[in-house]
């Protein structure tokens, strides 16, 4: 009997779709289709209640990947409304697929919590506002996802006391994540599953892990780990202009992370007898019977 969870993929769309439509529904569709992923996850923000009003009128810290002339005009090109985000949620249900979003602020909780997905995520950046977080363990019923990225062990700490004081502990999925884009392998730090697992694993519902990193390889290690669920950054072509394209994982990519997942699934077992089936024709054959 395999002990192991079924693996669970989550695509990371986030903002991926570049602000047009048309292109988050096409990876909405190859998603499904050809990669064959669990989940597609895209992100939610109101960029007025996030940044301050310096932060918004700045320029792009990086020209060649803005869409606007400031920061706050780039955030917002590339923003869904809520209307939008229920035409894709819709979207997904007709193709048999589960839509989620990263909510970065309260607002964008309460927007997204109205569509009432099967799992919200909250970012590494925003894992520590706890009004967003009171307001969602109060009033949303789902699974809440969290990553761990740029934070502390003591930080992880408060944050899943906060969880079980709330009564919502076993709704939560902790996931272990570096924050970069993309990261170098040994920055990715997956030994640090072991650690959620030994601390977390009875008080959460899950271990996951959240990749920034370049190939596949990295998810195989992560679920054998015991981190079940597997969110990648995803997109169409890796050279389009935004921050996320470069750490994304192209649909091929995506299709050969989820086969692995599900094949190293099937593998991890115990014999169920000293000889298998698919051995004794092999041992009648081949094993010496002079013994």
Not at 123 to 152: D, F, V
Not at 154 to 170: C, P
Request: hydrophobic share 35%.
């Amino acid at each position: 009997m395999n002990k192991y969870k079924k693996p669970y993929v989550i695509a990371e769309i986030g903002c991926n779709h570049k602000g047009e439509m048309d292109i988050a529904k096409e990876l909405i569709k190859i998603a499904k289709i050809f990669c064959n992923v669990d989940a597609v996850k895209f992100q939610k923000r109101n960029n007025k209640e996030l940044l301050t009003q310096a932060q918004y009128n700045a320029p792009h810290p990086n020209e060649s990947n803005a869409y606007g002339a400031t920061y706050g005009a780039h955030r917002e090109y590339l923003e869904f409304d809520v209307n939008q985000h229920a035409e894709l949620k819709n979207y997904c249900e007709s193709i048999a697929i589960v839509y989620s979003t990263s909510v970065w602020d309260t607002t964008s909780a309460k927007e997204i919590t109205s569509l009432q997905p099967e799992f919200i995520k909250i970012p590494s950046a925003c894992n520590n506002n706890y009004e967003m977080l009171s307001w969602l363990c109060e009033n949303y019923k789902g699974e809440i996802h969290i990553s761990t990225g740029m934070t502390t062990k003591n930080e992880t700490d408060d944050l899943v006391n906060f969880f079980i004081t709330k009564g919502r502990n076993q709704d939560l999925v902790l996931y272990n994540c570096t924050s970069g884009y993309p990261v170098p392998f040994e920055d990715v730090c997956l030994l640090d599953i072991n650690l959620l697992k030994e601390k977390y694993e009875s008080k959460v519902k899950h271990i996951g892990f959240s990749g920034h990193h370049l190939g596949i390889s990295v998810d195989i290690a992560a679920y054998t780990l015991g981190a079940n669920i597997i969110e990648r950054h995803y997109t169409i072509d890796r050279t389009w202009k935004g921050t996320d394209h470069a750490a994304s994982l192209e649909p091929m990519g995506l299709r050969k992370l989820s086969r692995d997942l599900n094949a190293v699934h099937a593998a991890l077992t115990f014999k169920s007898t000293d000889i298998l089936l698919i051995e004794q024709v092999q041992r009648d054959k081949l094993k010496n019977q002079k013994v």
